[in-house]
């Protein structure tokens, strides 16, 4: 596939709400878009899946990604829709064995010495990658004015575990071991994933990725002098370097489980908006997150999931006290499988009605 995809024009200041409060602007009702928004708990999902083969396949079929990208935004009139792909697409852009199997999820062949990660390249990142990009600039002509596009990647700590450990683990004990017992080898694996990362992030903005989400989704199983080295400095040099190319593009970091981390990680990385897990006291958001950047969540997925009046009041709860200043609501963590759509539904009701 050809990698010359032009560059979308983008106007200097965005009206769109998802990205005024992520430069600083507070909107009352809060914008509002969730985390795994598409995916298996849509029909409309499951229909194209069943039909595309295998997970990475559908990421990589530019018009079918674009059409479930489009999916939630059609049907909750959500304020963002976030590009259908997944954080493995680098290693599998660097040269890594990626598969999905059904019901055990990513399996990967391990990278844990010098010589294996040597031999990851992303000179053909933007080639292997470029189904990605032509997604995104579909996308852009099927959204609603007021919606935003948000692109995304792992960060490199979170995709690290996998390349290491082969796929999901529980202890992270190889990557953890090899990062503690060699932090030299390793820092390579994470230079050559922030490369990569960057080069992902910035060709994103260029395919019409109006925002962008760093995804690290194990930042909480490091120690605090580990969590600085592989999380935040790693996103902050991320940061700099698509910045550095895109000022005007705000950033989202997710290092969930950061626990206390989130504020070190909100003030160092240089994230325009931290998104934070269901974990987090709203008041402790409220009071030490919040006057460094915009907040993100966080409503807990399993409370989605319940619905009702379980639901309700925790979304009231979450945007009361959060309300004052920028702020987007989002879940802690991704939907779950089963949740009910009509729930969705009544979730994006009850945060514009507030």
Request: aromatic share 8%; with cysteine; net charge negative.
């Amino acid at each position: 596939m050809s990698t010359s995809i032009p560059p979308v024009v983008r106007t200097a200041q965005s009206t769109k709400p998802l990205v005024q409060v992520l430069r600083g602007e507070p909107k009352f009702p809060p914008p509002i878009w969730l985390m795994r928004q598409a995916g298996r708990y849509l029909p409309e999902y499951m229909k194209i899946r069943n039909t595309a083969g295998d997970f990475l396949s559908l990421c990589y079929t530019p018009e079918l990604a674009a059409e479930v990208t489009m999916q939630p935004v059609r049907r909750f009139d959500l304020d963002a829709a976030i590009i259908f792909s997944d954080i493995l697409v680098i290693p599998d852009a660097l040269g890594q064995g990626v598969r999905f199997e059904e019901g055990e999820g990513p399996v990967l062949n391990p990278v844990r010495t010098r010589s294996q990660v040597r031999q990851l390249s992303h000179k053909d990142l933007r080639e292997r990658l470029s189904p990605v990009y032509e997604a995104l600039t579909r996308v852009v002509e099927a959204l609603p004015a007021e919606a935003a596009l948000i692109g995304f990647a792992g960060a490199p700590w979170t995709v690290a575990t996998y390349m290491v450990e082969g796929g999901s683990s529980r202890d992270f004990s190889n990557v953890k071991g090899w990062a503690f017992s060699d932090a030299q080898a390793f820092q390579h694996l994470i230079d050559v994933l922030v490369d990569a990362i960057a080069e992902h992030l910035i060709a994103q903005v260029q395919a019409g990725a109006e925002v962008l989400q760093l995804f690290d989704t194990w930042a909480g199983a490091l120690p605090e002098r580990e969590f600085i080295r592989w999380c935040v400095e790693p996103v902050r040099e991320i940061v700099t370097r698509v910045h550095d190319s895109f000022p005007d593009v705000p950033i989202i970091g997710f290092p969930r489980g950061a626990g206390v981390g989130y504020k070190l990680y909100a003030m160092e990385t240089g994230v325009n908006a931290i998104s934070i897990d269901s974990s987090v006291p709203l008041a402790w958001a409220a009071q030490e997150l919040q006057k460094i950047c915009a907040v993100q969540g966080n409503l807990d997925p399993i409370k989605l999931l319940v619905g009702g009046d379980t639901m309700i009041d925790a979304s009231r709860e979450i945007v009361s006290t959060l309300r004052e200043k920028p702020f987007v609501f989002n879940l802690g963590h991704g939907i779950q499988r089963t949740t009910p759509p009509e729930h969705v539904s009544s979730l994006v009701d009850t945060v514009r009605s507030f």
